[in-house]
């Protein structure tokens, strides 16, 4: 039984919305911006409706199979989690584009509301004033991260180490930009300007 939801968990997240979308439109996201086929590179490159929309469907592609895995197997088993697992490490690592995916933050959200809405709710917290303050992604989705896999421990033993997990291969992919923020040349990333500028249009 585990197999099979660790393939389904995979599979689901192996899916490059971040890349197809774009790609609908004629645009390798590959190839503008930063280069990384995730939903901030397309955020920044395309505009807030096509990068949003990619950003909820990374985020769908980690939540329908881990929630699906916990009402059918109970918060109580480890399956659940490893699906999550499963799901976020087809996000990175998408066999269909070369294992070259994307970092995984918005997949990794998915499963913090499949498996408690309130660590989904705690990042958010955390993420937007971070965020606000410093106008690095990566510095918000990393402490985000980091805060919901300790907070995870509070609910049960699995949800802490599994988010625990994801917190450090987020950390792992974004080895560069935590470089850059300690250079002080990370790209600066004002959500709120992007947003408000691309919906007026």
């Not at 199979?65 to 009402?71: V, Y």
């Not at 996000?91 to 959200?109: E, N």
Request: glycine share 12%.
């Amino acid at each position: 039984m585990l197999i099979e939801w660790l393939i389904i968990g995979y599979l689901a997240g192996s899916i490059p919305f971040s890349y197809l979308v774009p790609k609908i439109k004629g645009i390798d996201v590959s190839k503008i911006g930063s280069g990384n086929v995730g939903g901030t590179n397309v955020l920044r490159s395309m505009g807030p409706v096509i990068g949003i929309s990619c950003m909820l469907l990374d985020f769908f592609k980690a939540f329908i199979p881990t929630l699906i895995a916990l009402i059918t197997l109970g918060g109580d088993s480890w399956i659940p989690h490893l699906t999550l697992l499963a799901a976020v490490i087809g996000h990175d690592f998408p066999i269909w584009l070369r294992f070259k995916g994307g970092k995984g933050v918005a997949s990794t959200v998915g499963g913090f509301f499949a498996l408690n809405p309130l660590l989904g709710i705690i990042f958010f917290m955390i993420w937007f004033p971070v965020n606000y303050m410093f106008k690095y992604v990566s510095l918000a989705s990393l402490v985000g991260l980091l805060a919901g896999g300790l907070i995870g421990f509070i609910f049960n033993f699995q949800t802490g180490l599994i988010l625990t997990i994801l917190f450090l291969l987020s950390l792992w992919k974004h080895k560069k930009n935590v470089k850059k923020i300690l250079n002080g040349e990370e790209t600066v990333t004002d959500i709120l300007k992007i947003l408000s500028k691309g919906f007026k249009k």
